[in-house]
């Protein structure tokens, strides 16, 4: 039996990355297609433009960058053969790895990089750091150019290996140079895959090819950085937005991989001998609080919002199963990476609503108003508007009268419904589930009294 595998949740670079370790398909030698269902629908092919995960990880399948992160989140050369720094951090040079191509043959020079950074600085939080701190990108030959700064600047590696939200990939000089202000349409990398525009089918379908030019590393994959050889000659995302449809491509062999997999899927698919379950990565959800206004501008009250949070119920309302969440997690950095820290966290470490509220009081919070969903949904009951004007709190069918019973429970479940498939699809999103988690803090905030309803 072809063993299947899916991904719980999206994994940078997913084909490159799981292209080494799944088995070949026994009946067709060659050529050998790995099928994936893509998380989202690609759209844009410039992942210098969009910070969305499917462009992020359509550039990994095209291009190339001049560093990349290990296993251990540390930059290592990756199209750069080697590198030197001065001792005050101001200026740095770098020499490009011997016969780089592009995938149409031509040879990838130094100033394709440093058009390619100038690019890539001018969106990039990073980028524009390094801009600020007086960064000068120079070509000196073919293969070598230089970086100097005004300013020492500490991130400079961590920078060019940076793995998602505008990744530096490297594009040839031409293109590079082109109005920032659009998405590029035309694809031209070094990297592992070549992408085939005449089987593009947005909505449907995106095709790649083994690039006969690529030119991989000596040295073994570690994260994104290594070598990207891959053992499949042709990748295929397939676009499925329904669950349903995914995995009962994946039980009747259509297709081998789903990238996404929504929690409630992940227990009974563990069962099947047929289908392999894997975790892409560790992923963290956020709670940003607008500081600029109030009332998290004021410290106190930001103090006792994490003082009211307890993890261990965030993570089991998304639905994962116990091995793969963690129920409490002290840093802001995800627990195990390397910039894994418990300073100062543990005050927070177990949630107090009472202490919260004491908390908030002290701060002089006064109580804001929120309008919840029910107070929302029946503010636009049409049963509810006709009847509130006979001064009728809540709609309520008179017996007998069978048609508007059935209208209003028809309405109701409909209404059901909605949310459901808004739920589902809120999941399936990029962004997804720290949306999610906002709406169940929310909920958690106004039962335990922190905001009063309307």
């Known amino acids: 039996m072809k063993r299947r595998t899916l991904g719980a949740l999206a994994a940078l670079a997913l084909s490159t990355a799981f292209a ?75 020499t490009l790895r011997p016969n780089l191509k592009f995938s149409d043959g031509s040879a990838v020079t130094s100033a394709d990089a440093v058009a390619s950074l100038q690019r890539w600085a001018a969106r990039d939080s990073l980028g524009r750091a390094m801009t600020a701190s007086g960064a000068e990108w120079k070509a000196t030959d073919a293969r070598s150019f230089t970086l100097t700064l005004k300013e020492p ?11 998602s939200g505008f990744p530096p990939v490297v594009l040839p000089e031409r293109l590079a140079k082109m109005p920032a202000t659009a998405p590029l349409t035309e694809v031209l990398g070094s990297g592992p895959y070549v992408f085939k525009r005449d089987e593009w089918v947005p909505g449907n379908k995106a095709v790649f090819v083994r690039n006969p030019n690529y030119v991989a590393r000596s040295e073994p994959p570690s994260g994104l950085a290594g070598s990207k050889k891959s053992s499949f000659d042709r990748v295929e995302w397939l ?34 001998p047929g ?18 206004h109030p009332p998290f501008n004021n410290p106190k009250v930001r103090q006792a919002l994490l003082q009211a949070v307890s993890q261990e119920r ?21 627990c195990g990476s390397p910039n894994d820290t418990a300073a100062g966290a543990e005050p927070y470490r177990k949630a107090d609503v009472a202490k919260a509220k004491k908390m908030l009081a002290d701060a002089g919070y006064k109580g804001i108003f929120f309008l919840t969903p029910r107070a929302a949904a029946r503010d636009k009951d049409p049963f509810h508007d006709r009847h509130r004007k006979r001064g009728r709190r809540r709609f309520q069918p008179r017996r007998g009268n069978r048609h508007r019973q059935q209208q209003h429970a ?20 990029p962004g997804g589930v720290v949306r999610l988690l906002r709406l169940c803090l929310l909920r958690h905030l106004l039962r335990a009294g922190l905001l009063p309803e309307v």
């Open 153 to 163: 600047f500490g991130m400079v590696l961590d920078a060019l290996a940076k793995p």
């Open 410 to 429: 028809l309405y109701l479940r409909g209404k059901a419904q909605a949310h459901l498939r808004h739920l589902r699809r809120l999941v399936r999103q």
């Open 20 to 94: 080494a370790s799944l088995p070949a398909h026994a009946q067709t030698p060659q050529p050998k297609t790995l099928k994936v269902v893509a998380h989202a629908d690609l759209k844009i092919l410039d992942p210098t433009f969009t910070t969305a995960y499917i462009s992020r990880n359509f550039g990994y399948m095209v291009y190339d960058t001049l560093f990349a992160q290990d296993a251990n989140g540390k930059p290592q050369p990756q199209m750069v053969e080697k590198y030197t720094t001065s001792k005050d951090g101001k200026q740095w040079s770098f």
């Open 275 to 292: 289908v392999k379950i894997g975790s892409g990565g560790a992923y963290q959800g956020f709670l940003v609080m607008n500081q600029l």
């Open 314 to 334: 965030f993570m089991a309302a998304m639905g994962f199963p116990l091995d793969m969440r963690m129920a409490y997690c002290a840093t802001y950095f995800i």
């Open 239 to 272: 676009y499925l937005p329904d669950a349903n449809s995914a995995v009962a491509a994946l039980k009747r062999g259509e297709v081998d991989i789903i990238e996404q997999l929504p929690p409630d899927y992940i227990a009974p698919l563990r069962t099947d």
